[in-house]
């Protein structure tokens, strides 16, 4: 990361800068980088991020932030919240937002994103940055960079690419996220009861999309082959509901079928019912398996090495950032397809490559 010493145009000591980033748990990781670099250009100044109530724990604990703002969107109210009482907190939000009178708002997507630049404005930013598509002009984007999709760079390469408009280049630092003490303390207490030792492995089940699921015996058949190999706990995390649950599916069908079929190792179930618990149980996994989804991204801003499943996502623009990992990814692009073996492999490779805490017996 390359930082410009020349003040940005415009700019001040300590200029007000709100990011905006209202996308899913993976999206908001991937922009640490950006907000990282920012404190390092204008250590003065106020830097605020804008996100959502799903992803917002992202954000908790990071010393580059000074304030997180989050919003409630209408698919993640509750049962008994009403679509009205959410808009009706939105416009209570974007009201305290204006006050903070912000100098800047950057748009932290790849691509030209209309909703959060109708959010910038709302917020009353004087000026807003983001990236327009080609040959476009967007009136209420007063710095825009155009946006080029045929470069199929990384998600976090996009999105810190608009800070060359305030002087910030290079290669972007690791993603960085930060557990909650208190839940880690929970997890720490669940795993202090397991029997034997060694490293723990986490292994995460949960996955939104079809073709990026793997089914459940098969993640049973690969803690058993690694439990049969090495002296290691597995903590298993998933997303807890029902799988047919409209709007919060959740896999403690699959979860239980794997316990049943994982008695006799040293393995807890924890479920993670709230994201500051998903990412303390990362924080504590010496290795992580998963598929590609928010779980990885926070494993990768945690520094942990991962066996990470990739089925019909892109691993150019997705893959964990800056951490050692094996990326299986079959060529049908689904990961029905992926079988135990290779996966076996996989994390064989992952673990030559690695010098443990604790060695394997």
């Known amino acids: 990361m390359n930082v410009e010493s020349p003040p940005v145009p415009g700019m001040g000591a300590r200029p007000r800068i709100l990011v905006i980033r209202r996308d899913n748990i993976g999206d908001l990781v991937c922009t640490t980088p950006l907000i990282f670099a920012l404190r390092v250009r204008f250590p003065r100044a106020h830097i605020a991020a804008l996100v959502n109530t799903y992803n917002e724990a992202v954000l908790s604990g990071n010393p580059a932030v000074d304030a997180v703002y989050a919003y409630e969107k209408g698919k993640h109210r509750g049962e008994k919240r009403s679509i009205i009482s959410v808009y009706a907190g939105r416009l209570k939000l974007m009201m305290n937002l204006r006050r903070e009178k912000f100098d800047y708002a950057i748009l932290a997507t790849p691509g030209f994103e209309p909703r959060s630049l109708g959010l910038a404005r709302m917020a009353g930013a004087r000026h807003v940055l983001g990236y327009t598509e080609p040959d476009k002009a967007h009136p209420r984007l007063d710095i825009a960079l155009t946006y080029d ?63 990026q699921q793997w089914p459940a015996e098969r993640f049973a058949a690969l803690i058993r082959a690694i439990g049969a190999r090495h002296a290691v706990r597995f903590l298993l995390l998933w997303a807890p509901g029902e799988a047919d649950n409209p709007k919060h599916p959740g896999d403690d069908g699959k979860a239980h079928e794997i316990v049943e079929r994982c008695r006799g190792l040293s393995l807890l179930p924890y479920p993670t019912e709230e994201l500051s618990g998903l990412i303390a149980a990362l924080s504590l996994c010496d290795f992580v398996i998963c598929c ?17 499943f990739f089925g019909d996502s892109s691993p150019e623009q997705w893959r ?10 079959p060529s049908s692009r689904d990961l029905k397809d992926l079988s135990v073996e290779q996966a076996i492999m996989g994390f064989e490779r992952l673990l030559a490559a690695r010098r443990l805490p604790h060695p394997f017996s």
């Open 149 to 211: 999709r045929s470069r199929n760079r990384h998600q976090v390469e996009d999105v810190f690419s608009l800070l060359r408009a305030l002087g910030v280049d290079g290669v972007p630092p690791p993603t960085c996220v930060f557990p909650d003490p208190e839940y880690r303390r929970n997890v720490e207490q669940g795993l202090g009861g397991l029997h034997g030792g060694g490293p723990v492995v986490g292994v995460h089940v949960s996955a939104r999309r079809s073709r």
């Open 320 to 329: 964990p950032w800056k951490v050692p990992h094996e990326l299986l990814r």
């Open 292 to 308: 590609d989804g928010g779980a990885m991204h926070l494993a990768a801003g945690l520094g942990k090495p991962i066996l990470c």
